[in-house]
């Protein structure tokens, strides 16, 4: 079974920092994290950023010029900076990947972000 590991979330004041990273838990290159989501309580799960093969970068307007997503091809993992964080930014952050042979869509298990004001 495919499993993504997010890790980086945390508690933190607004106007700080936190670095999001997703790997996949057996290193498997035909698995191709590509993109973070978050989900708000009562809130629609919605795409924060978004990486292509040939690093094209899209970021949600809510976003833009605060966070960067990034990827490691060497170790096929994904990250997502995260600056100047503000209190709406708080959310369960989700990676999601594709297989690259199958196209099956995989889901890691969520790391809470809390910014407090």
């Known amino acids: 079974q495919v499993q993504l590991v997010e890790s980086g979330g945390g508690l933190v004041q607004a106007g700080g920092s936190l670095r999001l990273s997703c790997a996949h838990s057996?290193?498997?290159?035909?698995?191709?994290?590509m993109a973070w989501y978050r989900q708000a309580p009562g809130k629609q799960r919605e795409l924060v950023a978004a990486i292509s093969s040939g690093e094209t970068t899209y970021y949600a307007d809510s976003v833009k010029g605060r966070f960067t997503i990034s990827r490691d091809n060497a170790k096929n993992t994904l990250s997502l900076q995260m600056n100047s964080l503000k209190p709406e930014d708080t959310a369960v952050y989700y990676c999601?990947?594709?297989?690259?042979?199958?196209?099956?869509?995989?889901w890691g298990q969520g790391t809470q972000v809390t910014v407090s004001s």
């Open positions: 999601k990947a594709v297989g690259r042979i199958t196209a099956n869509i995989y």
């Open positions: 057996k290193s498997n290159s035909n698995i191709n994290p």
